[in-house]
DNA sequence: CGGGAAAGCGCAACTCAGTTGCATGAACCC
DNA sequence: GGGTTCATGCAACTGAGTTGCGCTTTCCCG
């Protein structure tokens, strides 16, 4: 059901665990929501499906940077400029996002690769990362 | 000098008249500002540009959103939420973008056109635009 | 198992880019 | 010039993300 998944909150502790920093409770549940989420998930998206027992907003945020930096998610900035989130997983690393104009929500284009993508950068500049999103409408907006 | 540039102005307010709308100071000013600019601009930035007998920074924001919805000018999302314009002109389109992780600088990658790439989108759905900016280290900053 | 140091959490107050509503002023068509 | 239409300016607002700090949890070691 809607309720806790134990495979997906196994799965979430051992990805924390294998950074070898602390495994704390807002760390679990946060990563355990990107990793059953469809598509990229804004702060509030989460706060939402944490639902019971949410978190601290200020938590909350601080657990999706800390996310990040440990490479076990990534961001993208909306054209709304919230920022929303979406685990990497092993298989599908960083990748490109489609954002709908009408409706808002973000999906991960896990087939575009953005580690595979050759942009030419000017003479002395060092690219460190791409981020790719395409901008339109969704099959449910068409 | 940093002042007024004759060409540019008369060449910002071509670009204006041929939208058919109508031609006012906050316009040209803000157009042939980025059309001085060497990369993508902040609405700060701007402003700063702008100087003496600037703007109101409302009317600033509507005139950079009209200039996007006319197509004489686009917008990108920088990492730290900040939106930033750059004049589209006529031989480099929409293109991409490199954002500095240090300084926080834009650069336009003019030869990166956004138009031509190719990204596969799921069934049903319709791309409209990509937005691709390349995160790193620029030449000041290496 | 217990400490105890180090790191993370929660709360309140804050920042600041961008928005909204409305009265005034400037384009431009005739 | 005169009137209509649209843009500008001001003030008040919104809301995502941040900061500082005291309290709690993790987890390492004995
Ligand atoms: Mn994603
Ligand atoms: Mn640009
Ligand atoms: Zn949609
Ligand atoms: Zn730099």
Same mark, same amino acid.
């Given at each position: 059901?809607?309720g806790? +998944?134990?495979? *997906?909150? =196994?799965? =979430?502790?051992?990805?924390?665990?294998?950074?070898?920093?602390r495994?704390?409770?807002? $760390?679990?549940?946060?990563?355990e929501?990107?990793?059953?989420?469809?598509?990229?998930?804004?702060h509030?998206?989460?706060?939402?499906?944490?639902?019971?027992?949410?978190l601290?907003?200020?938590?909350?945020?601080?657990?999706? #940077?800390w996310?990040?930096? &440990?490479?076990?998610? @990534?961001?993208? *900035?909306?054209?709304? $400029?919230?920022? $929303?989130? *979406?685990?990497i997983?092993?298989? @599908?690393?960083? @990748?490109?996002h489609?954002?709908?104009? @009408?409706?808002? &929500?973000?999906t991960?284009? #896990? &087939?575009?690769?953005? #580690?595979?993508? =050759?942009? +030419?950068?000017?003479?002395?500049?060092?690219?460190?990362?791409?981020?790719?999103?395409?901008?339109?409408?969704?099959?449910?907006? =068409?």
């Amino acid at each position: 059901m809607s309720g806790v +998944n134990r495979k *997906s909150v =196994a799965d =979430a502790e051992e990805r924390l665990r294998s950074t070898g920093e602390r495994v704390t409770v807002p $760390r679990v549940r946060v990563l355990e929501a990107l990793l059953q989420a469809g598509g990229a998930l804004t702060h509030q998206e989460i706060e939402v499906l944490l639902g019971s027992a949410a978190l601290d907003r200020v938590t909350l945020y601080r657990v999706l #940077d800390w996310l990040c930096v &440990k490479g076990l998610a @990534h961001r993208m *900035s909306g054209g709304d $400029r919230v920022w $929303r989130f *979406s685990a990497i997983d092993g298989q @599908h690393g960083r @990748h490109a996002h489609f954002e709908c104009r @009408h409706c808002g &929500k973000v999906t991960c284009l #896990d &087939k575009q690769s953005t #580690d595979e993508l =050759a942009v +030419n950068v000017p003479r002395g500049f060092r690219s460190e990362g791409i981020e790719l999103t395409v901008r339109g409408r969704c099959a449910q907006c =068409a």
